[in-house]
């Protein structure tokens, strides 16, 4: 049976679960332990804590820039950390206050209060965010991937946030619906029968992504370059990407990933009732450009933007371009109402 979703999973998922296939050899020969490497770039200089979101999960927010200025909320993809956002936010720090976090049982925040990484609670934790750093007023909020995915989430059970707390929608890599699009097409297809529940195929993917990660030479490195990321991208991201997806919790990916195999957010598309951007690279395979078209499309205010030579995480590929499609967007879409100028008496007796 075909699935739909409305995300095609961030991180590596695809290309850790392709280097399965890939490696399985190299896996039955020995294991590599070496250290992860460590973080790209700084995180955003201002802790703010953890925020608890409506079930207790604790979330790790930090923000850079000042606090007077416009907000923009950055959101990251599965199995990653707010350190995606490193090559972005200290430019757009300079007009705007940037808040980044750390989605549940993911990075610093807390593990998911009874393991419920769904959907509609990421949705609803982006909420608590916003409430938390922009109250009173609209902010650009911007999600990657499972980060977008989030925002229809909480355009689904929050519609009336959509103009007073959310003054824009930026999805980078997100796709509206059909998981089995992406990298992961072919597998998603090919586990589900043999593996059973996409649960079951989900606890499968978490076990051989640490036999991938543990096996010799840069297995793991090779199938997240061929399915994540464009032409040019540095070895250093590719290492940082992989690391942090092993790093992961074990239940983000089994509660989590099967839970975004297995949804559908189509009906909440409408509700982005703000002006959105949609951004993709032109290399991405697991969200591609056709994808975003379609979501663009199916957006009330909806435009599309085309990264050259980027993947599937432009925010580390590109971070130039990404840069100033965000700048561009969030001073359009926070920009205060123009007033009308007053007509003169003298004026309106000429009409």
């Given amino acids: 049976m075909k699935r739909r979703t409305a995300l095609v999973s961030a991180g590596v998922a695809a290309g850790v679960v392709a280097a399965g296939a890939i490696g399985r050899a190299a896996v039955r020969r020995g294991r590599d332990h070496r250290e992860p490497h460590p973080p790209i770039g700084d995180l955003p200089p201002d802790d703010l804590g953890l925020i608890g979101s409506f079930d207790g999960t604790e979330l790790a927010v930090r923000a850079a820039g000042d606090p007077s200025r416009p907000v923009i909320v950055l959101a990251h993809g599965f199995s990653l950390d707010m350190s995606t956002w490193s090559a972005v936010w200290p430019e757009l720090a300079r007009a705007f206050r940037v808040v980044t976090f750390d989605q549940r049982s993911h990075g610093a925040s807390g593990p998911a209060a009874h393991r419920d990484l769904?959907?509609?609670s990421i949705g609803r934790d982006l909420a608590a965010v916003l409430e938390a750093v922009s109250p009173g007023r609209p902010a650009v909020v911007v999600g990657h991937s499972m980060g977008g995915i989030a925002i229809l989430a909480l355009a689904e059970q929050r519609p009336e946030l959509f103009g007073s707390q959310v003054g824009g929608a930026v999805f980078i890599g997100v796709a509206s619906a059909d998981l089995v699009r992406g990298a992961?097409?072919?597998?998603?297809?090919f586990v589900r029968p043999r593996w059973g529940s996409l649960a079951a195929a989900a606890r499968r993917m978490d076990l051989l992504r640490h036999a991938v990660l543990r096996s010799p030479g840069d297995v793991a490195g090779i199938a997240a370059r061929l399915t994540q990321f464009g032409p040019d991208v540095p070895h250093a991201v590719v290492d940082h990407v992989v690391g942090?997806?092993?790093?992961?919790?074990?239940e983000v990916w089994n509660e989590g990933l099967a839970e975004l195999m297995n949804v559908d957010l189509r009906h909440a598309v409408p509700r982005v009732t703000v002006p959105a951007l949609v951004v993709v690279g032109e290399h991405d395979r697991v969200t591609p450009p056709a994808t975003a078209v379609e979501l663009a499309g199916a957006l009330p205010q909806g435009r599309l933007a085309v990264l050259e030579g980027a993947g599937h995480l432009p925010m580390l590929e590109k971070p130039d371009e990404l840069i100033a499609e965000l700048r561009a967007f969030a001073t359009a879409a926070l920009a205060p109402p123009k007033r009308k100028r007053r007509r003169s008496?003298?004026?309106?007796g000429a009409a």
């Fill in 118 to 120: 769904g959907v509609r």
């Fill in 244 to 250: 942090l997806a092993g790093r992961a919790r074990s």
């Fill in 345 to 348: 008496s003298r004026e309106e």
């Fill in 184 to 189: 992961m097409g072919s597998i998603t297809e």
